[in-house]
């Protein structure tokens, strides 16, 4: 997904607690530059503030980002010759969400959040559903519902 130009992102939320690939295209990738950082943070503090190099591809120069429970995602782009795009001076700053956690479960010792989506419920009792009437209506049909009884010989 396309959220600005020359930026695009391997999903179309940005979620707490799940992971982001950031493939950048803007001007550095055009002028071939050799080595370009991402320099990013969270909030408006830019908390947790991180700079890592990202990886030439043939779809520009991409990263993977661990995202946290905050507001934003805060980031600008530098190369080797400590040039910036800084996005004319506003940064890039993207929303992040907070995942339902009515229908979540926390591993605290990993501490990421698996959501379960009521689709995915809905989508185990329609299979089970579909599993018992696959089973037993056959047995109604031809009488064979009850229970065999052993014979003792």
Request: proline letters at 2%; charged letters at 25%; aromatic letters at 12%.
């Amino acid at each position: 997904m396309e959220l600005v130009k020359n930026l695009f992102f391997n999903t179309d939320r940005l979620t707490a607690y799940s992971t982001i690939k950031i493939s950048y295209t803007g001007k550095f990738f055009q002028d071939n530059s050799k080595n370009v950082f991402i320099h990013y943070g969270f909030g408006n503090d830019w908390t947790n503030l991180v700079e890592i190099e990202m990886v030439k591809t043939d779809l520009g120069f991409q990263v993977e980002i661990d995202l946290i429970d905050a507001e934003t995602l805060n980031f600008c782009i530098k190369n080797e010759k400590d040039e910036w795009d800084n996005n004319e001076g506003n940064n890039y700053v993207f929303k992040i969400e907070h995942p339902e956690t009515s229908l979540a479960l926390i591993d605290p010792s990993e501490k990421s959040i698996h959501r379960l989506r009521k689709s995915y419920i809905l989508t185990k009792k329609l299979k089970l559903a579909i599993y018992k009437i696959l089973i037993y209506i056959p047995k109604l049909i031809t009488g064979n519902y009850k229970k065999k009884l052993k014979s003792n010989n």
